[in-house]
T-cell receptor
């Protein structure tokens, strides 16, 4: 049973527009959420995170929104650039996440078209 | 951040053989995590490697198939034994720095079994 779900396997967006990647989770014990970006032939790299005590975190072009009541988070990229084309993984952590692994979704492949 | 050196980056192996993947971290960490990413799937945790004790395996993964070594706090190996084409996948090692921090990944090992 998947605890972290990314229901859109792929997304295409035009350069300069907004990309919105969605993620849902089922375990209410998760208290820390992260987004990773993965290029082919590379390991995932950390992008942005949010603690469950917040509903928004922003870093440059990347903003993550958390709706705890809906158990939903989203990653907004604006403006989208061709270099953003990659697979994006949503991940969730438990309260003791230093010693327990993150739980990942299946990923969404983002294609930004010039 | 943590720098993780993982090798080999890719390999093509004959069925029935074994491959050992190595991960070296630039600083001491308590736990290292080994993941597998099959095509189109999420990162699936194989096992957690704790220095000085047996690795803890997730459901569906066994020590005979995926033996792990953790000889010190900066190094771990994962062996994929008696390989079959179904083992073709990307294998990743990962570490955390602490509670509510991001996980860092090696660059991954792309394994193809023929």
């Amino acid at each position: 049973d998947q605890q972290v779900k990314q229901n859109s396997p792929s997304l295409s967006v035009q350069e300069g527009r907004i990309s919105i990647l969605n993620c849902d989770y089922t375990n209410s014990m998760f208290d820390y959420f992260l987004w990773y970006k993965k290029y082919p032939a590379e390991g995932p790299t950390f992008l942005i995170s949010i603690s469950s005590i917040k509903d928004k975190n922003e870093d440059g072009r990347f903003t993550v929104f958390l709706n705890k009541s809906a158990k939903h988070l989203s990653l907004h990229i604006v403006p989208s650039q061709p270099g953003d084309s990659a697979v994006y993984f949503c991940a969730a952590g438990h309260p003791n996440s230093g010693n327990t692994p993150l739980v990942f979704g299946k990923g969404t492949r983002l294609s930004v078209i010039a | 951040s943590a720098v993780i050196s993982q090798k080999p980056s890719r390999d093509i192996c004959q069925r029935g053989t074994s491959l050992t993947i190595q991960c070296q971290v630039d600083s001491q960490v308590t736990m290292m995590f080994w993941y597998r990413q099959q095509p189109g799937q999420s990162l699936t945790l194989i096992a957690t490697a704790n220095q000085g004790s047996e690795a803890t395996y997730e459901s569906g993964f066994v020590i005979d198939k995926f033996p792990i070594s953790r000889p010190n706090l900066t190094f771990s190996t994962l062996t994929v034994s008696n390989m079959s084409p179904e083992d073709s996948s990307i294998y990743l090692c990962s570490v955390h720095r602490g509670k509510n921090t991001e996980a860092f990944f090696g660059q991954g090992t792309r394994l193809t079994v023929v």
